[in-house]
């Protein structure tokens, strides 16, 4: 009996001993997951950091640099920057009515909606061999002068000032097109990094945008609506700089014969129209297109209230810039989201669900406008910074897909051209929603101090926002990383050989496409 009682001892002991152990190894493996996930969420926020090097290595060092000028830069700080300096202009300087700033805004869009114009150039016809590099000086020198002429002369009359603002957004809109027609080029080339590089352009654009708002109120304040635009001369410098440092291997054969540029610019819009013709490229183009148009603006009537001390909130200029610097944060946390969790969801589910809550979203605006906040106890601070971080994080997982989609339309050989005539179909529909919002502020009467009817075209626009939905069926089910449009799409048709202004009309990478409508 002893010597079962001694084995019963030494059972319990093992067992005793194996339950500390147990519950030992659980509390290790308790922390280590408590270290796990605040080492994943760590590196979360530093993932942005990783891609510039990651990038590097596998795509031209330069290349990477201009991504982070032209959007970081170019459109992230001068493209907030402006937004609140000009809104404060035509408010303060100019004193123009909400309505006719929607309508003057809508022109800014002119040099974005000829971007098909300058994608020609800058695939069609070579300066000295070089098809992208002349095209960023090109961009720094109106941009800068632009900007130097609307911040030094005074009493510029709204006519005047308009061109000069005209002249700054046509230089973005060309340093952009250049900067996309590289993106189009390496997105075709290594597919399987396009959702990085639009996601590096998206984290730089909202860090761009972070800086420029932050900064606008205060700039404002203290120099002026006009004299805070001298700030604006300052990206183009670097961009003029990218002209000259940026990695672009010469032409060796040019063609300086007039006859034989304008063969290869027929070769060129007949590729861009062959192109449009087919369901998968036309479709997912005009959902794009109608998206972006029916969500009208109602930005101009938002601020005149936002920054009306009698019928709105009052907010100082400081403040504004501080909201949209809040926003601007928002949206790199929606890049942030959409790279970790959603870069490889098929478009047209991603898109359906981003377009519902960019719908649902806007009822906030319509919550801020009729006070209701206060009713709950909610101070318009807390409140406009909460509606503002909610949209911008849905806007941007509602954008990103859809630059992707529009690398994955692009034919190789005319990718410049047809993507920049992709973001002129983008470029029309933010424009018709522009002077779509400003007519209907017109139409409710919406003025520089009655907002008696704000709210009702802010329930209009949400709507319009809702009904969008509708319109899903034109996106393609199809992963990111799937081919959207036949290997041959250019090649059955064309005639021109491989002399022609490097164009390349034979895509590099052959794949099997599928139908995905």
């Known amino acids: 009996m002893a010597s079962f009682e001694k084995e019963g001892l030494v059972e319990e002991s093992r067992s005793s001993i194996s339950q500390e152990s147990a519950c030992i190894s659980n509390l290790g493996n308790l922390d280590s997951a408590e270290a796990s996930k605040s080492s994943n969420i760590f590196s979360v926020f530093l993932e942005p950091i990783q891609w510039i090097p990651m990038l590097s290595s596998q795509l031209n060092p330069t290349f990477i640099i201009g991504i982070v000028i032209v959007y970081g830069l170019n459109l992230g700080f001068s493209g907030s920057f402006f937004k609140v300096v000009t809104d404060y202009y035509w408010k303060d300087v100019q004193k123009v009515q909400p309505s006719v700033v929607q309508l003057y805004i809508g022109l800014y869009y002119i040099p974005w909606i000829m971007k098909p114009v300058w994608g020609l150039l800058t695939d069609v016809f070579p300066i000295r061999g070089y098809r992208r590099r002349p095209y960023f000086v090109l961009a720094g020198v109106l941009g800068g002068v632009s900007a130097l002429m609307v911040a030094l002369i005074c009493n510029l009359s709204a006519a005047l000032a308009l061109s000069c603002f ?149 907010f100082s200029q400081e403040s504004v810039g501080a909201i949209y610097a809040i926003g601007a944060m928002a949206s790199m946390v929606g890049v942030l989201i959409y790279h970790k969790t959603l870069k490889d969801i098929p478009f047209r589910n991603l898109l359906f669900f981003a377009q519902l809550l960019y719908g649902a979203s806007g009822m906030l605006d319509l919550i801020f406008i009729l006070r209701w906040n206060l009713v709950l106890g909610i101070p318009d601070y807390f409140f406009v910074i909460t509606e503002e971080c909610i949209s911008r994080i849905i806007s941007r997982i509602r954008w990103i897909p859809m630059i992707v989609l529009s690398t994955r339309l692009c034919p190789l050989g005319i990718e410049g051209t047809f993507f920049a005539l992709l973001m002129c179909i983008d470029s029309i529909g933010s424009l018709t929603s522009k002077w779509g919002g400003g007519m209907v502020l017109h139409v409710f009467h919406v003025t520089r101090t009655d907002f008696t009817n704000l709210w009702l075209v802010i329930l209009i626009r949400n709507i319009l926002r809702i009904a969008t939905l509708g319109l899903i069926f034109l996106v393609p089910k199809a992963d990111p990383s799937d081919a959207l449009i036949p290997q041959d799409i250019l090649i059955t048709h064309s005639t021109v050989t491989s002399d022609d202004e490097g164009l390349e009309l034979v895509p590099k990478n052959e794949k099997e496409v599928q139908s995905f409508f």
Not at 256 to 264: A, H, N
Request: aromatic share 10%; net charge neutral; glycine share 10%.
């Open 166 to 314: 005209i002249g700054i957004a046509a230089g973005m809109a060309i340093a952009d097109v250049t900067i996309d027609a590289c993106i189009a080029t390496n997105s075709i080339e290594v597919r399987s990094l396009a959702p990085d590089m639009q996601s590096l352009c998206g984290f730089c654009s909202s860090a761009g945008a972070l800086i420029g708002y932050s900064t606008s109120g205060f700039f404002v304040h203290h120099l002026g609506a006009q004299g805070a635009l001298i700030l604006m001369a300052i990206p183009p410098v670097f961009i003029t700089v990218l002209g000259f440092v940026i990695y672009e291997m010469r032409s060796p054969r040019l063609h300086p014969e007039k006859q034989k540029k304008m063969e290869t610019l027929g070769v060129a819009v007949k590729g861009m129209y062959q192109t449009i013709k087919f369901p998968q490229v036309w479709k997912p183009s005009l959902y794009m297109y109608l998206s972006l148009a029916l969500s009208i603006s109602t930005h101009e009537g938002q601020f005149y209230w936002y920054t009306d001390p009698k019928a709105g909130p009052g």
